[in-house]
Antibody, heavy 117, light 107 residues
Framework: VQLVESGGGLVQPGGSLRLSCSASGFTFSRYTMGWVRQAPGKGLEWVSDINDSGGKTYYTDSVKGRFTISRDNSKNTLYLQMNSLRAEDTAVYYC???????????WGQGTLVTVSS | DIQMTQSPSSLSASVGDRVTITCRAS??????LAWYQQKAGKVPKLLIYAASTLQSGVPSRFSGSGSATDFTLTISSLQPEDVATYYCQKYDGAPLTFGGGTKVEIK
């Protein structure tokens, strides 16, 4: 199992970024996937989940209406579209695979998002 | 939303000590509780799910117990490689909240 995130970087407040997570080594379309973030020096924060088909999505309150999780099962890729970014969104964003329920058994290496002017 | 509270926030123990970390949910979550280990600068690693099921490959000195609102992670004999921050996570339904973490150090 391999999960590789990309798309992080420096963005100004109010800007947008799209994170991608390329998955390999397992049947991507059979698993719920999620995003977890970690602000510098802080703990883990769950951000969003999407079920195997992409038909159900869930978000933490602080990103509802600003972030959109999606997936392309034909490309084995998970996405996180992040709009209206704020300084408090600065974090390492991890892509993770959910087990048979939503514990995360595999994690990517993370991609750093920095929101600053 | 259900809150997850870990205690202590940090601890220092000697090699070979038995270490216990507590995670409390503000409402019952049955056994929908996972534990993760994160070493400094590294990616989180799943240790335990369903409150007490050891993930494949995790040393047997790690164990989990509890249900409903009170859960514990126990390291039966602390090893130097166990220095890390440990997090609990509920997964009974969104939001999938993590606890604040417990930093474990060697005395």
């Amino acid at each position: 199992v391999q999960l590789v995130e990309s798309g992080g970087g420096l963005v100004q407040p109010g800007g947008s970024l799209r994170l991608s997570c390329s998955a390999s080594g397992f049947t991507f379309s059979r698993y719920t996937m999620g995003w977890v973030r970690q602000a510098p020096g802080k703990g883990l924060e769950w951000v969003s989940d999407i079920n195997d088909s992409g038909g159900k999505t869930y978000y933490t309150d602080s990103v509802k209406g600003r972030f959109t999780i999606s997936r392309d099962n034909s490309k084995n890729t998970l996405y996180l579209q992040m709009n209206s970014l704020r300084a408090e969104d600065t974090a390492v964003y991890y892509c993770a695979r959910a087990g048979s329920m939503s514990w995360y058994d595999y994690w990517g290496q993370g991609t750093l998002v920095t929101v600053s002017s | 939303d259900i809150q997850m509270t870990q205690s202590p926030s940090s601890l220092s123990a000697s090699v070979g000590d038995r270490v216990t970390i507590t995670c409390r949910a503000s409402q019952g979550i049955k056994n929908y509780l996972a534990w993760y280990q994160q070493k400094a600068g590294k990616v989180p690693k799943l240790l335990i799910y369903a409150a007490s099921t050891l993930q494949s490959g995790v040393p047997s000195r790690f164990s989990g117990s509890g249900s409903a609102t009170d859960f514990t992670l126990t390291i039966s004999s602390l090893q130097p490689e166990d220095v890390a921050t440990y997090y609990c996570q509920k997964y009974d339904g969104a939001p999938l909240t993590f606890g604040g973490g417990t930093k474990v150090e060697i005395k």
